[in-house]
């Protein structure tokens, strides 16, 4: 008997040439689409066929979108977490796709799983850790790394075998989920401008400003406009809506987990509104010190999660943490979205520490004119010390 294999499966080209190379080495090949979102009906079909016209002996889908949004995108917005403070960490699915491989291949009874990531970039490390943490007695398999094969070698390998591959597969790596969509190659690579046909979701269609409405209780996003809805159906919504506006789009050169430097363009308008309105609700329900740790804690939180450690102990910290400050961030936010930019224009929570009955801003308060000089004096007090001396 054949050994079996559980490969990862887009239908790309990565993938694409990975169930040739593993039934070339005498493997038959389970392909499985872990759906973290961007996938529609049409797609996932497309998918399935390109899966059985490459040879596979199965395909299976399995609809991952509320399982990213409620592990790991819930605990993104609580956080802020942007990596290095700009990227929204659009690649942690592939911890999903792990989880979901190792139950596949527990169902399949088998102890091989297989994914197209290459040797140069940040999915093999999200996804090896991820196997070698949850099931260390799985063997992985990786034909783009192990043989470091390029993308012309892989397009000339599958014509050559009959195998059509799109132009535009051909161009760029397009990768899409609930977060939106990254984009790299050609000359995005090349650190120039990406052209207007790289840009999937953030293309602008709207120009009169439209708003939106956020609830949040306890630091999740609840309904959107009033209506209640799933975390990860809000991010499709608001990737459509703020989208059309262009908002949400941006070039990242990153630092890598293997220590080079990458570049990559990105189109995440739900998720980064989302985080706009969640902060801004933060500023007015939590004081200033939780707000200075909590940016430090979200920082790290970014980091951990880019580079492949989101079942390190201090991610589940973290969580704990923001956890218990998020318990008052429950209110709406009302978002303007503009061509290329949004802004919370209202803020309504009953938490607030706004309190006009102690004081208003510029106005005056429960206190003195000469308390509040005095306070004045002695708070800089070391200041006026440090520049008179010699």
Same mark, same amino acid.
């Given at each position: 008997m054949k050994k079996k294999v559980i490969l990862a499966f887009s239908g790309g080209l990565d993938t694409s040439f990975c169930v040739l190379h593993l039934m070339k080495n005498?493997? =038959?090949?389970?392909?499985?689409? &872990? =759906?973290?979102?961007?996938l529609s009906n049409e =797609?996932?079909?497309? &998918? /399935?066929?390109?899966?059985?016209?490459?040879?596979?002996?199965?395909? !299976?889908?399995?609809?991952?979108k509320k399982d990213i949004f409620d592990? &790991? !995108?819930?605990?993104?917005?609580?956080?802020?977490?942007?990596? /290095?403070?700009?990227?929204p960490n659009m690649c942690s699915d592939r911890y999903t796709i792990a989880k979901h491989l190792i139950r596949v291949a527990k169902k399949e009874n088998t102890g091989f799983v297989s994914h197209g990531c290459t040797g140069a970039g940040n999915d093999q490390v999200r996804i090896d850790v991820t196997l070698n943490t949850l099931a260390s007695d799985l063997k992985i398999i990786?034909?783009?790394?192990?043989?470091?094969?390029?993308?012309?070698?892989? &397009?000339?390998?599958?014509?050559?075998?009959?195998?059509s591959v799109d132009n535009k597969v051909k161009r760029y790596t397009i990768n899409?989920?609930?977060?939106? $969509?990254?984009?790299?190659?050609?000359?995005?690579? %090349?650190?120039? /401008?990406?052209?207007?046909?790289?840009?999937?979701?953030?293309? $602008?269609? /709207?120009?009169?400003?439209?708003?939106?409405? !956020?609830?949040?209780?306890?630091?999740?996003?609840?309904s959107l406009n009033g209506k209640k809805m799933h975390g990860s159906d809000i991010m499709v919504e608001l990737n459509k809506t703020a989208g059309a506006h262009g908002y949400g789009r941006g070039i990242y050169y990153e630092d890598e987990t293997i220590g080079i430097k990458g570049i990559q363009a990105f189109e995440a308008p739900g998720l980064l509104l989302l985080i706009e309105a969640h902060k801004a609700l933060e500023k007015a329900v939590l004081t200033k010190r939780q707000q200075k740790m909590k940016a430090f804690l979200g920082n790290e939180w970014a980091d951990l999660v880019f580079n492949g450690l989101f079942y390190e102990p201090l991610v589940n910290d973290i969580h704990a943490f923001n956890d218990a400050n998020q318990k008052v961030v429950t209110g709406t936010?009302?978002?303007?979205? %503009?061509?290329?930019?949004?802004m919370p224009c209202e803020i309504q929570t009953e938490y607030s520490l706004i309190d006009e009955k102690i004081g208003s801003y510029a106005q005056g308060g429960t206190w003195e004119g000469k308390e509040a000089e005095a306070f004045i004096k002695f708070h800089g007090m070391q200041q006026r010390i440090a520049f008179n001396r010699k």
């Open positions: 005498g493997f =038959d090949v389970v392909t499985a689409t &872990i =759906d973290t979102g961007g =797609d996932l079909t497309q &998918i /399935e066929a390109r899966s059985n016209e490459l040879g596979a002996v199965k395909h !299976i889908h399995v609809d991952a592990e &790991i !995108i819930s605990h993104q917005i609580k956080a802020n977490g942007l990596y /290095e403070g700009i990227y990786a034909p783009i790394r192990e043989l470091m094969i390029t993308r012309p070698e892989e &397009i000339e390998y599958l014509e050559s075998n009959g195998f899409e989920n609930v977060f939106g $969509v990254t984009v790299s190659g050609s000359e995005i690579d %090349e650190g120039k /401008e990406p052209a207007d046909e790289s840009w999937q979701i953030t293309r $602008v269609t /709207e120009k009169e400003p439209e708003y939106v409405t !956020i609830e949040f209780n306890e630091g999740a996003p609840v936010v009302r978002m303007k979205i %503009e061509e290329k930019s949004v």
